[in-house]
């Protein structure tokens, strides 16, 4: 009965326009607007796709338009500057008014609910020190105990990111902020581009389960390859990714639409297709296999460090990487704790939401097991997931990192909006796309500047953080230092909520605490 009358109001419409332009010929002009729309309607109830437009031609569109701006009217609309996901607008105002270094001072006190469960804090002292008169570039050196060429690494870095997923605008611009401002610009796993090298900036070289820039003909890892991709003089440490926190276990995923020739050449593969790296390294399939991988990354290397990147999954491979470490005698340089929260790679969202343990639990655990084999003081960590601000930074620290990256946060310095377009290819910045007309828009002059503006202003706030906690180096910020509201009642200590392990307990299973007893037992350097 509906489509019956839809199909009797077209028809007449119709009917009316073609008498009324014989009987007054300027009535052919009303049907250039309705034309269409009698088109579109018969269109709309042909077609067998949308239940809703066949049912309701026209008229059911407006339900698709809606669906599709929806992201963009609550952001701009309807979104508190407190409420927005994955990032609220008071942290991505603070990243665009520190890169382009305008005010950043807020009035009127905090909009956060301080009485809220998972408020979190620092306490200052009393004795504070003139933030001034502190390091205003504290640095932490990579590999100075068993590299030829150590590294002297900024506290905060750029995360991987490859190019594929972001525009060569974008790379450049990172690059260039890096170079500008002394940091390091992880290449993300799609190997290194002419846009990583012609800036000037510091590489840490990542190589994925794709092994792009070091691949062998069959998919596999080239020791000729590796070698040649790292003789250059930017690329100053190399990190073996495991996971990362966007979708752990799972491998990473370029979109056909973004696999230009270009990228394909990269990465040596089949250009126009979408490129999906396997979920598990085809080098190792043991721990003392990746340990003696990333030992032969060091040597051909010439002595650069190396370390490997994990979101943290099942706690007892973790220990049997470290058991590993204590059977071969093979260390990495440094590790990568991510997130599982998830960042700027597309993922399914089962992986972004569901799979991965979090940041602070991760990194937690992390620092607590390489404490229990007395590794820790030979290694440094590295963390990433969400450290936006100077108090981010100091948190991260304060569970035991030695330096952060941030991928999100030197995006938004590049101008991103979170459109939340990433896996389209239409991202309207042009930061993350491969459109040729949107990455146009981005200009790598000014916004190279704006990172490494952004980072310069968040390392200041750090440092005063510092200061305003009398603390005189990073290396003396400890868990004692934030707290965290667990209920309205109740106010928990990080030392509290991550209780730290007695160095080398797990060393011998008579020390091992019982809550590890289980994992400690089924953790093995033989297999995963």
Same mark, same amino acid.
């Given at each position: 009965m509906r489509n019956d009358f839809?199909?009797?109001s077209l028809v007449s419409v119709a009917i009316v326009v073609a008498v009324g332009f014989f009987l007054w010929p300027p009535m052919w002009w009303s049907f250039i607007v309705l034309g269409p729309?009698?088109?579109? *309607?018969?269109? #709309?109830?042909t077609q067998t796709h949308h239940a809703i437009m066949r049912n309701f031609p026209i008229l059911g569109r407006g339900r698709y338009v809606?669906?599709?701006?929806?992201p963009k009217l609550y952001q701009y609309f309807i979104e508190s500057d407190t409420n927005g996901a994955p990032i609220s607008r008071i942290f991505r105002s603070v990243v665009y008014q520190r890169a382009k270094k305008v005010l950043d001072t807020t009035p009127f006190g905090t909009q956060l609910d301080v009485y809220e469960e998972g408020y979190e804090w620092m306490n200052h002292s009393i004795g504070a020190l003139d933030a001034h008169a502190l390091d205003q570039d504290p640095r932490v050196i990579v590999g100075e105990n068993s590299c030829?060429?150590?590294?002297?690494?900024s506290l905060f870095n750029v995360s991987a990111m490859s190019f594929g997923s972001l525009s060569k605008n974008a790379i450049m611009a990172l690059n260039g902020g890096a170079q500008i401002g002394g940091f390091a610009h992880n290449t993300g796993e +799609? *190997?290194?581009s002419s846009y990583h090298k012609d800036p000037g900036g510091d590489l840490i070289y990542q190589v994925g389960t794709g092994y792009f820039g070091c691949r062998a003909e069959d998919g596999n890892f080239s020791p000729e390859r590796f070698k040649e991709t790292v003789s250059i003089p930017n690329v100053k440490m190399i990190e073996l990714k495991l996971s990362q926190g966007a979708k752990p276990g799972h491998g990473g995923i370029l979109p056909a639409k973004k696999n230009t020739p270009e990228i394909a050449e990269i990465r040596g593969v089949e250009p126009g297709v979408d490129v999906n790296s396997p979920p598990y390294h085809k080098a190792f399939n043991t721990p003392i296999g990746l340990l003696e991988l990333l030992k032969q990354m060091r040597d051909l290397s010439g002595g650069r460090p190396v370390g490997f990147k994990l979101c943290i999954g099942r706690r007892s491979e973790f220990l049997g990487i470290c058991k590993a470490m204590i059977e071969t005698g093979i260390k990495p340089d440094f590790i990568t704790v991510d997130g599982g929260e998830g960042g700027t790679g597309a993922a399914p969202l089962e992986f972004s939401n569901s799979v991965g343990m979090p940041f602070r639990e991760g990194l937690a655990f992390a620092i607590d097991t390489l404490? +229990?084999? #007395?590794l820790k003081k030979d290694i440094k960590v590295f963390s990433s997931g969400k450290i936006i601000t100077g108090f981010h930074l100091f948190r991260a620290l304060a569970i035991g990192a030695d330096a952060t990256y941030s991928a999100r946060a030197m995006m938004l310095a590049l101008g991103c909006i979170q459109a939340l377009e990433c896996n389209k290819n239409n991202c309207p910045t042009g930061v993350a796309t491969q459109n040729p007309e949107l990455v146009a828009g981005l200009s790598v002059t000014d916004k190279r500047v704006r990172v490494a503006n952004y980072h310069q202003e968040t390392m200041e706030s750090f440092v005063e953080l510092m200061a305003a906690a009398g603390l005189h180096k990073s290396s003396e910020i400890n868990r004692s230092h934030i707290f965290r509201r667990v209920s309205l009642n109740e106010i928990r200590r990080y030392d509290q909520l991550f209780p730290r392990l007695d160095p080398g307990c797990l060393l011998k299973e008579e020390t091992v605490p019982e809550n590890w007893s289980s994992m400690w037992e089924e953790a093995s350097a033989a297999r995963f």
């Open positions: 839809v199909i009797f729309i009698i088109l579109l *309607g018969f269109y #709309d109830m809606m669906e599709e701006l929806r030829e060429q150590p590294y002297s690494a +799609g *190997g290194i404490e +229990g084999f #007395d």
